[in-house]
């Protein structure tokens, strides 16, 4: 009998959470207006800092270091290099008659003994005694009681074995000279840790070219972000902190953290494995490039304070760490020790350079050819640049009963966008489009077989398609969301080393690391899932940027970059990917989310475009979301500076529906609200960039503090203004916040 009233009460139930519903999305309705973004017009001051590169100065670098006592002079096909037999430091001298040298200089007074030493000393090594409980660390080098080492000289250079004397570790050291070319080597296979201690760390010329307080004019390039100098001159000596970090950003695979979205590297992180020191600007350099080890390896700086009054930039390489292991579900642990090395064979290559060429750009000269095999130079054939163009398709939230489904764009509306884009002398767009699946943006991952019809049909699609210069379908294939399918949550996730998953926690959901092989078989089934479509390739978050360690397969971080490698050239389509690590550059066609700052430290001095020189003219760049500029005209002029394209992320329908989803960090999309900015923002970067398309950066030059020249190996020149006040140069006026094109005669 109680029947009837329980079907009344649930009808009357429903009715109430439709009324409420309907109340809710009328006032949505009635208030869905984005956040305007900064206008354009708004010339703010000028406020110098190490977000900016600064003039340097032109002083003359003597040479401070005096030559070994009774040295092995080696005769190589270069010249002579300089051997201290004892420490195993080297020196050469450049075309300029510069002596530099692996060591400081040993006749400075002062210093204490054991400094002097570890500073000769050609390597550091540190390891862990793996049958004491406290895992403390034991650092060595060439100079520690009972070390041997045995020298022979090779075909221009020299080989040496060394045996530790309280640890008992030997290892191998290759050293060789060719011109202008420094290659220093620790095989793997000469390394031999067999008996109870272990090794930690190995640090390699850790003073190869220190210098002591202010002796040398120039500074110390670390490639921090899109890059960063440090000024010998301004090397503060009571900064008690010396930089490390690790290359590729932090190992993730040693922590407790159940949330992995907290475990996050201070600052912007390390994209290439290199760095370098000038002694006298465009007189005399070192860059140094690691050829091997670099997924283990670590850049040092050390500050004066730590060293006795020297600045130094060295590499360290971890063979192995300490672990927290949990032991019960209150959330115990113990200390454990790891068991097996990681696989790090050393190899680092320095390349002296002298005069024009002695400077941050030079070094990203350098590199750009040592890449040249990678980054094959790339025929663009369009008269302006690109904008990329992202929107959202379809994203879901948590609803009263179930989860809901919002509608942001369709393939037709996107479309219509385009072309009223199109109307306002954009021709030329990178479209993207996340969230074409049923799942929407947040919970599609790792699963995406076909486009919602929510969206639109396969007519709809095309005629956006042929709109676009290039359409991307964006997924992820390494996080994986637990309100997806695809793949098994007991069998095919990534472990740490304390057999932890690896969670990345949201408001919406939880997401997790697959195994490097199921990454990589999603990634091939999906494409050829998705190539049905009339796309132009994929734009994949993650895979640029994140590497992890799988311990439950034993598949480690070199084998990832192999996995990522294979899986990316067994595609047959375009590849976009974020924020990208040196090690994928030569699979991509375009570079999202590119750096733009270092980490502006307060230790740095400036921020240098060295990325943007190495990548110019190979890569297509595209900056964050310009919505999102605090100040539009001055990213707007960085962009200019660096070579870096607009990107600008818009939808149909207002940003405020995506409160309460995972995407509710963009406050700003709607097309309608912001098609004048996006419109003004890219003509104003265009009118520049348009007459460098596949150029290379040649030079950059600081003229005055705030002023920039660029110069591209077609010829042009674009001098930038920062300053909010006009400046004159060649007998041109810059407007404040504008620059200037100038066409070079050709030699």
């Known amino acids: 009998m109680y029947k009837p009233l329980i079907i009344k009460r649930l009808l009357i139930f429903i009715i109430a959470v439709l009324f409420i519903s309907f109340s809710v999305s009328a006032l949505d309705k009635s208030s869905l207006v984005d956040v305007d973004i900064p206008s354009f017009d708004v010339i703010s001051p000028y406020v110098d800092s190490n977000k900016y590169t600064h003039k340097k100065s032109d002083a003359f670098a003597f040479n401070q270091q005096n030559f070994f006592n009774d040295p092995i002079e080696i005769v190589t096909s270069s010249g002579i290099a300089y051997l201290d037999e004892e420490s195993l430091a080297f020196q050469v001298v450049n075309g300029n008659g510069y002596i530099w040298s692996s060591t400081i200089d040993y006749d400075v007074e002062g210093l204490p003994n054991t400094f002097k030493q570890r500073a000769r000393s050609a390597i550091i090594l540190e390891s862990y005694n793996s049958e004491a409980t406290n895992f403390a660390i034991t650092e060595e080098n060439l100079f520690t009681n009972d070390t041997v080492v045995a020298t022979q000289i090779i075909t221009n250079g020299f080989h040496s074995t060394i045996t530790f004397g309280r640890s008992g570790i030997t290892i191998g050291l290759y050293v060789t000279f060719g011109y202008n070319k420094i290659t220093v080597e620790i095989p793997d296979n000469e390394i031999d840790e067999s008996g109870i201690f272990k090794i930690s760390s190995i640090k390699v010329y850790p003073y190869f070219g ?156 350098a590199y750009r050819d040592s890449l040249s095999s990678e980054l094959n130079k790339n025929d ?148 050829n899932e998705l190539k049905k479509y009339p796309i132009d390739g994929l734009a994949i978050q993650s895979m640029g940027s994140l590497l992890y360690d799988d311990f439950s397969k034993q598949n480690y971080l070199p084998e990832l970059i192999d996995v990522l490698k294979s899986s990316l050239d067994s595609i047959d389509a375009q590849i976009a990917l974020y924020d990208v690590n040196q090690y994928l550059w030569g699979h991509v066609s375009n570079f999202y989310d590119f750096p733009m700052y270092s980490s502006q430290y307060i230790t740095f001095d400036d921020t240098v475009p060295f990325l943007s020189i190495v990548l110019s003219g190979s890569v297509q760049l595209f900056g964050p979301h310009a919505n999102f500029y605090p100040y539009a005209r001055d990213e707007l002029l960085r962009l200019i500076d660096f070579g870096v394209y607009p990107s600008f992320i818009v939808t149909h329908e207002s940003s405020i529906k995506l409160q309460e989803t995972g995407l509710e960090s963009i406050y700003s999309s709607r097309y309608q609200d912001i098609q004048y900015s996006i419109d003004t923002y890219y003509h104003f970067v265009n009118d520049a960039l348009k007459h460098v398309i596949g150029a290379n950066i040649n030079y950059r030059e600081v003229i005055e503090n705030g002023v920039v020249s660029i110069t591209y190996d077609n010829h042009i020149q674009i001098v930038v203004n920062y300053r909010s006040t006009t400046f004159i140069y060649a007998d041109q006026t810059i407007d404040a916040k504008s620059y200037i094109i100038i066409k070079l005669d050709e030699e």
């Open 210 to 365: 220190a210098v002591l307080e202010d002796s040398i004019p120039g500074y110390v390039f670390l490639p921090d972000g899109i890059g960063a100098l440090i000024d010998y001159k301004t090397a503060n000596p009571l900064v008690s902190t010396n930089y490390q970090k690790e290359i590729y950003d932090r190992n993730i695979g040693y922590n407790t953290e159940t949330n992995m979205n907290n475990f996050l590297s201070g600052g912007t992180r390390i994209y290439a494995p290199v760095f370098g020191f000038v002694h006298g600007v465009n007189q005399n350099a070192v860059f140094a490039e690691i050829k091997d080890g670099a997924p283990y390896g670590m850049i040092n700086l050390y500050f004066p304070a730590r060293t006795r009054g020297y600045t130094t930039v060295f590499a360290e390489f971890v063979f192995r760490k300490t672990y927290r292991q949990p032991i019960d579900k209150v959330g115990n642990t113990i200390s454990l020790l790891q068991q097996f090395s990681n696989a790090v064979s050393i190899k680092i290559e320095y390349t002296l350079l002298e005069n024009e060429d002695a400077n941050y750009v030079g070094m990203a000269k």
């Open 380 to 527: 663009f054939q369009f008269d302006d640049i690109p904008l990329k163009l992202d929107t959202i398709g379809i994203e879901r939230k948590e609803g009263l009963l179930f989860p809901k489904t919002i509608v942001m764009t369709t393939f037709e509306q996107f479309h219509e966008i385009v072309k009223d884009l199109n109307d306002k002398e954009i021709y030329h767009i990178i479209g993207n489009y996340q969230g074409f699946t049923k799942q929407g943006v947040t919970w599609s991952a790792p699963n995406y077989e076909k486009a919602s019809l929510r969206l639109g049909n396969m007519n709809d699609l095309e005629e956006l398609s042929r709109s676009l210069t290039e359409l991307y379908f964006v997924t992820e294939y390494m996080k994986a969301s637990n309100r997806s399918s695809g793949y098994n949550q007991y069998f095919d996730l990534a472990k740490k080393i304390n057999d932890q998953l690896y969670q990345y926690l949201s408001s919406t959901d939880q997401k997790y690391l697959l195994q490097h092989d199921k990454m990589e078989a999603l990634l091939l089934e999906s494409y």
